[in-house]
């Protein structure tokens, strides 16, 4: 055997279990499409055709779930915004399964704090909760972004866009800006695509005034 295609059927092989080992949905879609390509490549050399047929239709599953994928992405039929009391049992329930994560995401968050004043927002996927956000009324017309968390499974997209894209959701409240930190938020241009600017250390977006 070529020495470069032996090579080339274990990056193949590689590639397809390393796939399995990822929790992120899209990082797992891409690697096991790279993984079953080569696969079905290199079977297709060797004319080994169940296995070259079984890989081709494995890559063709992760071509339509990756066109899904992309394509809901910034769908608002795919995600739907639920606002929950920011004491609530479920919303609750997530912050504590999901304690570690979001404390490495946003420090400064603090799931304990006075719920006074917070404001709660699961975004949904069906029946999966794939993000949390909490905003607190700081007074004068600002809200603060205290936790923008978007599940493992999906932090290769943003579903906390769905509660940023609504301005009505925050002009409700009185809100005519909302601000919030990178220790809350990460994502420098994702808060740069919800309309936020930096400003004194802070990012802040203004809002239209409720009529």
Known sequence: MVP???VFGWLGSILIVFSLTQARVLRFRWLN???SVIATVYNAIFTI???AAMNGA???INVYWLVRLYR????AATYEVVEVAPDDAYLRHVLRTHA???AHWSPGFDPHADPAGRSAFLVQRGDETVG???VRDAGGGEGVVELDWVSRRFRDFTPGEFVHRDSGIFTGRGFTRVVTSLDAVKDAAY???MGFVPDDGRWVRELARAA
């Open 33 to 35: 499409l790279t993984g």
């Open 132 to 134: 949390v956000v909490v």
């Open 72 to 75: 809901e992405a910034h769908d």
């Open 58 to 60: 494995i890559a063709l």
């Open 100 to 102: 570690d994560d979001i």
């Open 191 to 193: 808060l740069e695509r």
């Open 49 to 51: 055709w169940p296995f």
């Open 4 to 6: 470069w295609l032996e």
